[in-house]
């Protein structure tokens, strides 16, 4: 893929997972090591379970 090409696909995929609801795991696991060093950095399928959980409030339902 060109750069352009791949840059492109990078921001789409981004901004499609930030408009269902779902942070980009790549800039979390900077932020943590820059901000929170002392923290264990997730792994993916922990943080999308996080990230749910913070979104939906881990009630498994909906509410009507």
């Keep these: 893929m060109k750069p352009s ?3 492109f696909r990078k921001w ?3 901004t499609a997972r930030l408009c ?3 942070p980009d795991y790549d800039v979390y696991v900077k932020h943590l090591r820059e901000h929170h060093p ?3 950095v997730p792994t993916y399928a ?3 379970r996080e990230r749910q959980v913070a979104r939906y ?3 498994g339902g909906r509410c009507c």
């Design 20 to 22: 269902c609801g779902v």
């Design 12 to 14: 789409a995929v981004q």
């Design 57 to 59: 409030k881990g009630t």
């Design 5 to 7: 090409l791949q840059a």
């Design 46 to 48: 922990e943080f999308f």
């Design 38 to 40: 002392d923290r264990q």
